[in-house]
């Protein structure tokens, strides 16, 4: 009866042993596997693109003085068909221009103290609009407005509201393969960074794509877009 008690423990203690070995083993191999895992890389891919904007919208800003209201309306009426008739005759569609409401100014109305009477009472000033689709042939009238200042029509510009601006609307067209290429690109900076360092590049753990950005080449071209993206993208690394 002891010897079959002894046997009994002696089983059971081999049997504990083996099974904390074997808890043992696989924690130890989960840990080194889950370290393994913990190994990443993060990287950036960058995307650029040179495009050509498809829109123009040049505000064309003057301005008059007077100091009859009637006919100040109707130097203002004469400048903006003046604009428009050259504008059509060198051939701007008539659909693509438009026109605001004449600003008007009564300077008198503003005068404070001891301030000296203006020449003029009031001042007005007028926007003329070009909406278009034909960015070469906007710009090349661009170069010909002085011919409209030689007729008496004071321009106005610098101002932030008399700025040219050029839009790119086709991003959608090139934007899968933008990200394509910038998901190509991260993934050589991981394969070149896991070679140096002796590792294996395993799946990606996680990935972001930034922001599209749609900003003129430089000064002197805005009619030229650079259109940018990045991603982020973080790799597991294995030995």
Known sequence: MTIDNKTGSLI?????????????YLLGSSAI???????????K???ERDVD????????????AGNNLEDLYEAIDGA???????????????DDISFTT????????????NQARPEFRYTAMQTVTVY??????????MGELSELGKKGIVFTGGGYQSQTEYLFNRLNEIKPEMIEEATRK??????????????????????????????????????????????????????
Do not use: M
């Not at 059971?12 to 043992?24: A, N």
């Not at 004449?102 to 103290?113: E, H, N, V």
């Open 102 to 113: 004449p600003s008007i100014t009564d300077k008198s109305a503003q005068q404070y103290g």
């Open 186 to 239: 991260a993934r050589e900076v991981a394969e070149k960074f896991a070679s140096d360092s002796k590792s294996s590049l395993g799946k990606i753990r996680k990935a972001t794509q930034g922001q599209f950005s749609i900003n003129a080449r430089d000064k002197n071209n805005p009619h030229i877009k650079k259109v940018r993206v990045v991603s982020t993208v973080e790799y597991y690394l294995s030995d």
């Open 132 to 141: 278009s689709k034909n960015i070469d042939l906007v710009r090349s009238v």
């Open 53 to 64: 904007a498809d829109i123009v919208i040049w505000p064309i800003q003057f301005t008059a």
């Open 33 to 43: 596997k889950f370290k393994e895992y913990e190994r990443t890389v993060t990287v």
């Open 80 to 94: 903006t068909n003046e604009i428009r008739g050259f504008l059509e005759g060198k051939g701007i569609d008539k």
């Open 12 to 24: 059971l203690g081999v049997c504990i042993f083996l099974g904390l070995s074997s808890l043992g």
């Open 45 to 47: 891919g960058l995307s």
